[in-house]
């Protein structure tokens, strides 16, 4: 990936005629020093601590916080806040449902998204007076927290959506987020998201003494295998896909996507946070495989934790069209910008690349979709 960056005397953000907005060098060292550390976070206080000291400061945030919720929203918990008192939690868990910020990041399948920049900063404001008025109930919380409310972005794992980050300024940092913050947060979102994920599957099982029947009571098929991919435990879903073969192996295709994709990364990356493999196929369906590695003993012995996502959604399905047509992360990336109805302009400020840069872009997507408009390609996408 080539990294475009001017920086003036006093290393502020700059903008010149080919370049709406970008990032400084620092800011792209912040993010790999960040990604880093997040590596080495075992629990809710490690990254608790680094939100607080690293995160914030990236952002110029005041707080923010990450929640486990469903796509619909109906169900919101927060699990973790930074600068946000606790007596506030389920005034933020209603709010967050009743906020648009989420279902738009959704609808429009963009995994981070702020005010002033996304929407006008007077959509929040309005909206926390119309939450206010009517959920009387959280007016306390009103007093204590949110009357210092001055903006907000937020960041979900799509496609699944099940967990959320969400940053906050509060009075007196009162300057507009920016394109700058936006991808910030797109470049650490990832691996964040890992991160909290695999702190969320943690504590799902110490909750639960009977291992096995944690997973039996989990509708996805779950399976727990060996290091050398024997199979010992595995719930009913998991017995369903493959009735016919050897239930005590994983069958071997999917155990060779396995290790190409393991072998693909460091072993800090493995060292519980999950691994997505983004599409595997099998008898005419197609499935999203995470795989995370789990410790069972002080000793350090672990087992791997399997879990089969089917892929039924469109979105998913368009990303597997995309990619068997060879195009890269980047050049997806951008096909859903243009899905979008951005033009190469507005493309080339959300991602802080140069114009030209998009234009490239856009004619290798072109060679290898075998379109020759962006109509075409909104149409191919849309299949």
């Given at each position: 990936m080539?990294f475009w960056?001017?920086a003036?005397?006093?290393n502020?953000?700059v903008?010149n005629?080919?370049?709406?907005s970008?990032?400084?060098?620092q800011?792209?060292?912040?993010v790999?020093?960040f990604?880093?550390?997040?590596s080495?976070c075992?629990?809710?206080i490690?990254?608790?601590h680094?939100?607080?000291?690293?995160l914030?400061?990236?952002?110029?945030?005041s707080?923010?916080?990450?929640?486990?919720?469903?796509?619909d929203?109906?169900?919101?918990?927060v699990?973790?806040a930074?600068?946000?008192?606790?007596?506030?939690f389920?005034?933020l868990?209603?709010l967050?449902?009743?906020?648009?910020l989420?279902?738009?990041i959704?609808?429009?399948?963009r995994?981070?998204m702020?005010?002033?920049?996304?929407?006008?900063?007077?959509?929040?404001?309005?909206?926390?007076?119309?939450?206010?008025?009517?959920h009387?109930?959280?007016?306390?919380?009103?007093?204590?927290?949110w009357?210092?409310f001055?903006?907000?972005?937020?960041?979900?794992?799509?496609p699944?959506?099940?967990?959320g980050v969400?940053?906050h300024r509060?009075?007196p940092?009162?300057?507009?987020?920016?394109?700058?913050?936006?991808r910030?947060l797109?470049?650490?979102?990832p691996?964040?998201?890992?991160?909290?994920?695999?702190l969320?599957l943690?504590?799902?099982?110490?909750r639960?003494h009977a291992?096995a029947?944690?997973?039996?009571t989990i509708d996805?098929?779950?399976?727990?295998?060996?290091?050398?991919w024997?199979i010992?435990?595995?719930n009913?879903s998991?017995?369903a896909l493959w009735?016919?073969?050897?239930?005590h192996?994983?069958?071997?295709g999917?155990?060779?996507?396995?290790?190409?994709?393991?072998?693909?990364?460091?072993p800090q990356?493995?060292n519980g946070?999950?691994?997505?493999?983004?599409f595997?196929r099998?008898?005419?369906?197609i499935?999203?495989p995470?795989?995370a590695?789990?410790?069972?003993e002080?000793?350090?012995?672990?087992?791997?934790?399997?879990?089969m996502?089917r892929v039924v959604?469109?979105y998913?399905?368009m990303?597997?069209r995309?990619q068997?047509?060879?195009l890269?992360?980047?050049e997806?990336?951008?096909?859903i910008l243009?899905?979008?109805?951005?033009?190469t302009?507005?493309?080339?400020?959300?991602?802080?690349i140069?114009y030209n840069?998009?234009r490239?872009h856009?004619?290798?997507?072109?060679?290898?979709t075998?379109v020759n408009?962006?109509?075409?390609?909104?149409?191919?996408?849309n299949q």
């Amino acid at each position: 990936m080539q990294f475009w960056l001017l920086a003036n005397n006093n290393n502020k953000l700059v903008m010149n005629a080919d370049f709406s907005s970008t990032l400084i060098e620092q800011d792209y060292l912040d993010v790999l020093t960040f990604i880093k550390e997040l590596s080495l976070c075992r629990t809710h206080i490690d990254l608790h601590h680094l939100l607080n000291t690293s995160l914030l400061n990236v952002l110029d945030a005041s707080s923010c916080f990450y929640c486990f919720t469903d796509p619909d929203f109906a169900h919101v918990q927060v699990l973790d806040a930074i600068n946000i008192p606790e007596s506030t939690f389920s005034c933020l868990q209603d709010l967050i449902k009743y906020d648009p910020l989420g279902q738009r990041i959704i609808e429009l399948q963009r995994p981070v998204m702020a005010y002033d920049v996304d929407f006008p900063r007077q959509n929040a404001t309005d909206t926390l007076k119309l939450f206010f008025q009517e959920h009387p109930e959280h007016e306390a919380s009103r007093q204590l927290y949110w009357q210092h409310f001055a903006c907000s972005m937020g960041a979900l794992n799509l496609p699944d959506a099940t967990v959320g980050v969400g940053v906050h300024r509060l009075l007196p940092l009162d300057h507009p987020f920016t394109f700058r913050e936006i991808r910030i947060l797109e470049l650490i979102r990832p691996s964040l998201m890992q991160t909290i994920r695999s702190l969320i599957l943690s504590d799902e099982l110490k909750r639960y003494h009977a291992f096995a029947d944690c997973l039996a009571t989990i509708d996805s098929p779950l399976a727990l295998i060996q290091q050398d991919w024997r199979i010992i435990y595995n719930n009913r879903s998991f017995d369903a896909l493959w009735p016919e073969t050897d239930q005590h192996w994983l069958p071997e295709g999917l155990i060779q996507v396995l290790i190409r994709e393991i072998y693909r990364c460091s072993p800090q990356d493995l060292n519980g946070s999950p691994l997505e493999i983004p599409f595997y196929r099998f008898n005419k369906r197609i499935y999203r495989p995470v795989l995370a590695r789990i410790e069972v003993e002080a000793d350090g012995d672990w087992l791997w934790l399997l879990r089969m996502n089917r892929v039924v959604d469109g979105y998913s399905k368009m990303l597997r069209r995309l990619q068997e047509m060879g195009l890269s992360s980047r050049e997806i990336e951008v096909c859903i910008l243009v899905r979008d109805s951005l033009d190469t302009r507005k493309i080339a400020e959300r991602l802080c690349i140069s114009y030209n840069t998009v234009r490239n872009h856009i004619g290798k997507i072109y060679l290898k979709t075998d379109v020759n408009t962006r109509t075409q390609l909104i149409e191919l996408m849309n299949q």
